[in-house]
């Protein structure tokens, strides 16, 4: 049942304050009412009293107290899930407020699988702070082995570049497709391979291969040695680019790396792509993804526009893909 517009004034709208639903997130962090004043810089009586005002605004009991003690009850997570976006939106006004007063400083938030770190976020990184060299950076490392981009809902990040499926929907997402980045299979330019023309992936399939474990790419890279009746020899299960590209350095490793990481780093690598037969290797698309009905600061809304200027530039040419280096 709505509640009346003079309800919520009486009851809610004059009484709840900002700082106790601040205060209550804190204690319910810190799993103490002690704990929780100490980091706040209050005394525990007075936290005493704004959790006992909320509490009395809203009718429900927000914590349960124990000998170890408080933790936060229904009511209180409930109340908090919303608390996050209402602090969050504030956050947001502060940074338009100071944008709007300094165009040239804030701070974007990105949260991306590592290969992307590799190249293009640096690259679009610094060409932006070249212009806005006042503007501040937060990265956070992407698990790409789910899609439920915890980091947005959480609203850890404003922005998230990931490959997605160009079937997935999920109501509170954006996908906006940025560029396809299809897979090379690649060895170091001092392999007996490289250079070789019209491979076969018969071939190559004894050779120790390098491939990142739980991810789209393991599953595309199976999938193609499956189909053929090909058993995969897997050498070293590893995520990590730099160990990618310290092995495959040395010439004794095969492996697969996007398009974009091998023609963005050709000058620091020695690593080349390999001329196989019929491998087409090409996962979803790299994609910008951000968070419905949630306003974008200024200078991430510019970040997102400086962006998709990169991106144009990163899409790989037909008849690079295989065969040579970038």
């Not at 009346?4 to 004059?14: L, Q």
């Not at 319910?28 to 209050?42: E, F, I, Y």
């Not at 990040?157 to 997605?164: C, E, F, G, Q, Y």
Request: glycine share 4%.
């Amino acid at each position: 049942m709505l509640r009346a517009p003079s309800v919520w004034m009486d009851r809610i709208g004059r009484r709840l304050k900002l700082r106790d639903l601040y205060i209550l997130s804190a204690v319910v962090r810190w799993g103490s009412m002690a704990k929780g004043a100490s980091h706040l810089g209050m005394s525990q009586p007075a936290v005493s009293e704004a959790i006992a005002s909320l509490e009395a605004a809203l009718g429900v009991r927000l914590l349960n107290r124990h000998a170890q003690g408080v933790e936060s009850t229904i009511y209180a997570d409930a109340l908090l899930k919303r608390s996050q976006v209402v602090f969050d939106e504030l956050m947001q006004g502060i940074n338009d407020i100071e944008f709007l007063t300094n165009p040239e400083v804030g701070e974007v938030r990105v949260a991306c699988a590592e290969f992307l770190s590799a190249d293009l976020l640096p690259r679009a990184i610094s060409l932006f702070s070249q212009q806005y060299p006042h503007v501040v950076f937060s990265v956070v490392q992407q698990d790409t082995t789910t899609l439920d981009h915890h980091e947005l809902h959480e609203r850890v990040v404003d922005i998230v570049l990931a490959r997605m499926p160009r079937d997935f929907v999920d109501d509170d997402l954006n996908v906006e497709v940025l560029f396809e980045d299809p897979h090379c299979i690649v060895s170091g330019t001092s392999s007996p391979w490289a250079g070789r023309h019209n491979i076969a992936l018969t071939e190559i399939a004894n050779e120790p291969w390098i491939i990142p474990p739980s991810s789209v790419i393991e599953k595309f890279v199976r999938a193609e040695f499956e189909r053929r009746g090909i058993r995969l020899n897997v050498s070293v299960n590893a995520a990590s680019i730099l160990l990618r590209n310290q092995l495959l350095s040395t010439g004794r490793y095969i492996s697969v790396l996007p398009f974009s990481l091998l023609s963005g780093n050709a000058k620091q690598w020695p690593i080349t792509a390999l001329e196989v037969d019929d491998v087409q290797l090409t996962p979803p698309p790299i994609s910008l993804v951000t968070l419905k009905r949630r306003t974008l600061s200024p200078v991430v809304e510019r970040f997102v526009q400086h962006l998709r200027v990169i991106a144009k530039s990163m899409a790989p040419p037909a008849d690079s893909i295989k065969g040579d280096r970038p």
